[in-house]
């Protein structure tokens, strides 16, 4: 049994948003601590806003391209037909 393009995609974006909060988490926790080792004081609320807007760019690219990838490694390449 061979998977639509359809089928694929949902699998693949379904993968990356239960992938994308954690991920979003761990993104948001090492760019806090690393900002606040650089400027060496605790972070403002527009900050911290700003640092959790890139977080979720981040995250989100970073999750669709790997569950991309692993989709692909897990059940082949869609077919069409």
Do not use: C, D
């Not at 948003?17 to 606040?36: A, C, E, G, K, M």
């Not at 692993?70 to 069409?80: K, T």
Request: glycine share 4%; charged share 15%.
């Amino acid at each position: 049994m061979s998977m639509t393009p359809f089928t694929f995609a949902m699998y693949v974006i379904a993968f990356a948003i239960l992938l994308s909060f954690p991920v979003r988490h761990l993104i948001f926790n090492f760019s806090v601590r690393r900002l606040q080792i650089r400027v060496q004081r605790e972070l403002s609320e527009e900050e911290l806003a700003g640092q959790k807007r890139r977080a979720w760019v981040l995250a989100t690219f970073i999750s669709i391209s790997f569950s991309f990838i692993f989709s692909l490694n897990i059940v082949g390449m869609p077919s069409y037909g």
